[in-house]
């Protein structure tokens, strides 16, 4: 059975209130501040969505919702990585985490072209004014 998700999803704005260019810019840089992390800032996939959501989501709902999206996938993601590292560096003591090693690297380097590709997506949804729900997203801000 076929469920329509629009029903689910929180108003981006208010109806009869168009975003403006501004709003839509920053509805953008929400899900695009996560690439800072590929420049090898340490947690930036998530410091940078957490700073554009803190210093503008009190300036239109669309800001709120797409802020409150990008920090809980790039939450989640980040918990997925540390504890899939944690259980992999947990096995080495063990020797048989040696032979999972080439996978978990496998996994991250799959796991940050995956981030890379949903961050311009939902940046690319923000600038049609849509709300992009990231899949495998633990709901931590709602």
Not at 66 to 90: I, R
Not at 91 to 96: A, H, S
Not at 111 to 134: D, E, F, P
Request: glycine share 8%; charged share 10%.
């Amino acid at each position: 059975m076929y469920m329509d998700m629009s029903d689910t999803l929180p108003p981006i704005q208010p109806a009869g209130f168009p975003a403006n260019s501004s709003t839509r810019s920053w509805e953008v840089m929400c899900h695009l501040s996560s690439l800072v992390a590929l420049i090898g800032v340490p947690f930036g996939n998530v410091l940078g969505p957490v700073l554009v959501w803190l210093i503008k989501r009190d300036a239109s709902p669309g800001v709120d919702a797409h802020g409150k999206e990008a920090v809980n996938f790039h939450l989640s993601w980040t918990l997925y990585w540390l504890v899939s590292t944690t259980v992999v560096g947990v096995l080495c003591v063990f020797l048989i985490g040696f032979l999972l090693l080439p996978f978990l690297i496998l996994a991250y380097l799959i796991g940050i072209v995956a981030m890379l590709i949903l961050s311009i997506v939902a940046a690319v949804k923000a600038g049609n004014g849509q709300l992009y729900r990231y899949p495998l997203t633990i709901r931590f801000l709602t």
